[in-house]
């Protein structure tokens, strides 16, 4: 299954957990969401967004620049999985609050949501990507529970290939 993983990041935590990421899924590409060219995105059978979540939950700068890109292709036919990081002490407010806004995109395009996961395990008051008592995606918290971050990322393309398969 030829996979594409597109990340936005500011302080390098969500590059390392989609390359982590692409280290778990075969025939994978990763790229920095700056420079992948979006009219390729259709060629991809597995799609797989990451941003690091910016501020009170915002989209990460470079996101936030190109998600209207993803309303400009077909992949209503696809599967999408999300990933992002957040901070669930210093935001518990608005943690990893960036994944409901892909989540929002992806829900428009009427692409199959693949990944979401369970919030048991995190200790934060609220979030915007947390739709029917979870996570849209994968939340991972390099500041506070970056021992968990391997297990996870490892789990959830677990999950994903079962949901998939």
Excluded: C
């Excluded at 407010?93 to 996961?117: P, Q, R, W």
Aim: net charge negative; glycine share 8%.
């Amino acid at each position: 299954m030829k996979t594409i993983i597109i990340y936005g990041t500011t302080t390098g935590n969500t590059e390392d957990v989609a390359k982590l990421i692409g280290q778990e899924i075969e025939d994978s590409e990763v790229v920095d969401v700056s420079s992948f060219e979006f009219d390729t995105i259709t060629d991809y059978d597995l799609i797989l967004l990451g941003s690091a979540t910016f501020g009170f939950g915002e989209l990460q700068d470079e996101w936030e620049e190109k998600a209207d890109a993803l309303d400009l292709y077909d992949i209503s036919k696809k599967r999408v999985g999300i990933f992002g990081t957040g901070d669930q002490v210093s935001y518990p407010d608005s943690f990893a609050g960036s994944l409901s806004h892909l989540y929002n995109k992806v829900v428009e395009s009427e692409a199959k949501i693949v990944g979401k996961t369970s919030t048991e395990g995190y200790d934060f008051e609220e979030s915007e990507s947390v739709v029917d008592g979870k996570f849209v995606g994968l939340v991972i918290d390099e500041d506070n529970q970056a021992q968990l971050t391997n297990k996870r990322v490892s789990d959830w393309v677990k999950q994903i290939k079962e949901e998939i398969a």
